[in-house]
């Protein structure tokens, strides 16, 4: 099983827009870009919401006959771990291994041996294929890599070998996910990294790495663009490098966890893909859970009531909603409209205030942010809010294509700019 060059991550909170998600997919191979889906959803988003691992598969083939698509989806455990893996081998068959919480872990002292002798020939200066600057990669480097990372890696080998164990080889795709580290890898680290997991043999496809600047939760980019226009094209080097140099799959390519909508830099991902021939793999998030809370904003009605609900609620259970989320949020409590302003909204007030236009003078971040992690008060809502969802299904679908079309695969994937 090999992933292809171009995939996007969907999550699709409540399981509804399966089928409204995969048609912007459709749209693109009718203008000749093949982009496979993914459904990705994370152990927080299922119990907080009280799915299970196996909807999200059911959502999935289900799509994909509705609509007869033809070529390859997969179903991604998106940050699991070794203790919640086995919830999602069943279901699942691509893994993002997250071990962000091993990284800076001393590793045992023979590991940290082992790997810097490995990595001794690579103490030089690397020219790597596109990058006008060498890499230099010193021994202490290496040591600093292995201490920094190598606890980490030897995790994801661990989790590697439990999927392997069970799903065997050629069923399943691997991502590792560094993206949650403090600081962005420098080019030596990652290429160092990705000499510590060929060693301990664990045949990534794609690779999340942490860049400059936040990836907040449902808005843009938040950063030096320049400095992640550098980073990105860095590290699409470095992996094709690897690529070569460790024999790893030999469509081994960068994963960005946007968090959903960072559209001020898809036009520079997309320059740069194209400029080294490179795959992508990019996952969404609550983009379409917000355009369900738009759509049902948009009708009115019971519509509007609920979505007035979902953010009046959350206005009010503020703290115990952001804990999960707090380093991937960044509200602005004084920009929160109050309760009593927003009961008074029209469909158009509450769309024109929520929807992601940031040409939109009423277009309010910290509103969006809020209601992007607002969902646990809609699936608290039980049958109100699904029922709701159904009855407003032609105006919720059309805005889940066309987010996911015209927002995020046309710039990410046309020449657009
Ligand atoms: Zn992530």
Not at 60 to 69: C, F, I, M, P
């Amino acid at each position: 099983m090999k992933i292809e060059k171009y995939s996007i991550g969907i999550g699709d909170r409540f399981g509804h827009q399966g089928a409204a998600q995969l048609a912007a997919f459709v749209k693109m191979k009718e203008r000749g870009i093949d982009i496979v889906p993914v459904w990705n959803k994370s152990n927080r988003e299922h119990s907080l919401i009280g799915t299970k691992p196996f909807d999200v598969r059911i959502e999935a083939d289900d799509a994909v006959k509705k609509l007869g698509w033809k070529d390859s989806y997969y179903v991604d455990a998106d940050h699991i771990g070794i203790n919640t893996v086995d919830l999602f081998l069943d279901s699942s068959n691509y893994f993002t291994l997250d071990v962000a919480d091993f990284i800076g872990k001393e590793p045992a002292r023979d590991d940290l041996e082992k790997f810097t002798e490995a990595c001794r020939k690579y103490v030089r200066n690397l020219r790597v294929p596109g990058l006008k600057e060498n890499i230099l990669i010193t021994q202490e480097m290496i040591e600093a890599v292995g201490k920094k990372y190598l606890s980490a890696v030897k995790e994801a080998g661990k989790i590697y070998r439990h999927i392997l164990s069970r799903k065997r080889e050629g069923n399943f795709i691997t991502e590792v996910s560094t993206d949650e580290s403090s600081e962005p890898q420098t080019p030596a680290e990652l290429f160092l990294i990705l000499a510590a997991l060929a060693q301990e043999g664990v045949m990534i496809q794609t690779i999340a790495t942490k860049f400059t600047g936040e990836f907040l939760k449902g808005v843009d980019y938040v950063g030096d663009s320049k400095q992640f226009a550098k980073e990105f094209e860095q590290d699409v080097a470095v992996i094709s490098y690897a690529v070569k140099e460790f024999s790893f799959p030999e469509n081994l390519k960068i994963s960005v966890h946007s968090g959903s909508d960072k559209f001020s830099i898809y036009p520079i991902i997309n320059r740069t893909i194209k400029k080294f021939n490179a795959g992508l793999h990019l996952k969404t998030a609550g983009t379409t859970w917000l355009e369900e809370v738009i759509g049902l904003a948009k009708s009115g009605g019971e519509g509007l009531h609920i979505a007035k609900d979902i953010y009046v609620q959350s206005y009010r259970r503020f703290d115990e909603l952001t804990k999960p989320y707090l380093t991937v949020i960044d509200i602005d409590a004084t920009k929160l409209p109050a309760p009593a302003a927003v009961k008074g909204w029209n469909s158009k007030d509450f769309v024109l205030v929520l929807k992601h236009d940031q040409s939109c003078p009423q277009y309010n971040n910290s509103f969006r942010q809020l209601v992007h992690i607002g969902y646990k008060i809609a699936a608290e809502m039980g049958e109100r809010f699904t029922t709701a969802l159904v009855a407003s299904q032609k105006e919720i679908n059309a805005g889940v294509t066309e987010n996911i079309y015209q927002r995020h695969l046309v710039p990410l994937f046309l020449n657009n700019d």
